[in-house]
């Protein structure tokens, strides 16, 4: 079964850091660009970061110099390294394996990450 599931979030206070994995099962998570989204009450689906298989990565200008993007191939894991955390940063955050063809185009379940002020 080809999935991807989302673990980490959880309740943080502002200024904190938080963790989020993506672990992949029945695909590679190192063989194509992979993405972090999130997606806050009442609002659309915005990308925050992605890592390329080459890896490069890119981020979005709301959280350049706070969160990371970075992938361990051995674990089949993407991760986001969110540092710094402000209220404005609690959404559900989703992963994705962008794929060539829409089929073949993978989402994750989403964690939930909530920021306290």
């Known amino acids: 079964q080809v999935q991807l599931v989302e673990s980490g979030g959880g309740l943080v206070q502002a200024g904190g850091s938080l963790r989020l994995s993506c672990a992949g099962s029945?695909?590679?998570?190192?063989?194509?660009?992979m993405g972090w989204y999130r997606q806050a009450p009442g609002k659309q689906r915005e990308l925050v970061a992605t890592?390329?298989?080459?890896?490069?990565?890119n981020y979005a200008d709301f959280v350049k110099g706070r969160f990371t993007i970075s992938r361990e191939s051995d674990q089949n894991t993407v991760y986001l390294q969110m540092n710094s955390v402000k209220p404005e940063d609690t959404a559900v955050y989703y992963c994705?394996?962008?794929?060539?063809?829409?089929?073949?185009?993978?989402w994750g379940q989403g964690t939930q990450v909530t920021v306290s002020s």
């Open positions: 994705r394996r962008f794929g060539s063809v829409p089929e073949y185009d993978y």
């Open positions: 029945g695909l590679t998570v190192s063989t194509r660009t």
């Open positions: 890592i390329t298989s080459g890896g490069s990565t």
